[in-house]
């Protein structure tokens, strides 16, 4: 095979497509183009072939992270679309182009740009946390991308109380995800807003002006997280843990480190915040496709 030099590479989410080429190396060498994500069935696909098209005689393979789970084989979505457009499982990828096509988990695709060129660089085992609507997880353990036998490892739908307090997306009560989300920072605060219109940017806004009732809100959500944290710290034993997606950027770094580390039976990692944004699945994807491909 041919030396993989530019990769045309998407990250898919529920709500926005974005597509740039990126280098062997992660070096985005385009403007990153964001499409809102199609709702009709089968337009993502569409869509896909038509930016495909544009691309396809400068690039030597396509990369794609994407919401939801992916088989071993890096080829379809399988599972825990959420809250992607109907039938988004039938996309077939692979019919995108005759160039190679690698398909990976976006918290997966993450951890890797993370691992490779952000701030999990030279750490053997990291540990990626994305806080947005839902929890994704991506593991690095021993250098090596963590994704299980059918690549779905990672989810955090596993109970973290037993009284059927609040009802997860995934249909059970109390996962983990639905108490360290940012979907879960919304009902801390009309619990304690006792307000149901209300939701995270409230408590945003309010700590800002050193709200109590936001102040008290967060802190209920912030304590949730550390006990996440803690869960993946003795589970992994990692050097590091990231945070990412939109809620990261609140987190209070230097206590939930210290509080962490205390209460953890493994021994002491580094807690920070991700060092790629937006773009971390795009590069990753990359990263991963031209990693899967020299094999």
């Known amino acids: 095979m041919n030396k993989i ?15 740039a080429v990126v280098d062997r190396n992660g070096s985005v060498l385009t403007d990153i183009i964001r499409h809102p994500t199609p709702a009709a069935p089968g337009a993502v696909e569409k869509l896909l072939k038509t930016i495909v098209s544009q ?24 599972g825990s679309v959420g809250n992607m457009p109907e039938k988004y499982m039938e996309t077939d990828f692979m019919a995108l182009t005759s160039k190679p096509v690698i398909v990976e988990n976006d ?21 990626l946390l994305t806080l947005g609507t839902g929890v994704g997880v991506g593991i690095i353990a021993d250098g090596k991308l963590l994704t299980g036998k059918s690549g779905a490892a990672g989810e955090v739908h596993f109970p973290v109380r037993y009284d059927n307090n609040r009802l997860c997306g995934c249909g059970r009560y109390d996962c983990l995800e639905i108490y360290m989300s940012g979907k879960a920072l919304a009902m ?4 304690v807003y006792q307000d149901d219109s209300v939701n995270s ?13 936001a102040v008290t809100a967060f802190h209920n959500w912030q304590e949730m997280v550390k006990n996440g944290i803690v ?7 990692p050097e590091v843990i990231l945070l990412g997606g939109s809620m990261a950027h609140f ?15 493994t021994n002491p990692f580094t807690l920070k915040e991700a060092a790629f944004e937006n773009d971390a699945g795009l590069i990753g994807a990359a990263l991963l496709c031209v990693n899967k491909l020299k094999k």
Not at 201 to 213: A, C, R, S
Not at 231 to 237: G, H, K, N, Q, R
């Open 5 to 19: 030099n530019k990769i045309l590479s998407f990250d898919i989410g529920g709500t926005k497509i974005a597509y």
């Open 107 to 127: 918290a997966n695709s993450a951890a890797w740009a993370e691992y490779i060129l952000g701030n999990a660089k030279g750490c053997q085992n990291a540990i």
């Open 188 to 191: 801390d605060a009309r619990e």
């Open 55 to 78: 691309f396809e005689n400068e690039i030597d393979a396509v990369a794609v992270s994407t919401a939801g789970t992916v088989d071993k084989s890096n080829s379809k979505v399988t």
């Open 251 to 265: 987190i209070d770094y230097k206590r939930l480190n210290e509080e962490a580390n205390k209460m953890i039976v």
């Open 231 to 237: 869960l993946f710290a003795d589970i992994f034993d």
């Open 201 to 213: 940017h409230t408590v945003i806004e309010g700590l800002k002006k050193n709200d109590l009732k």
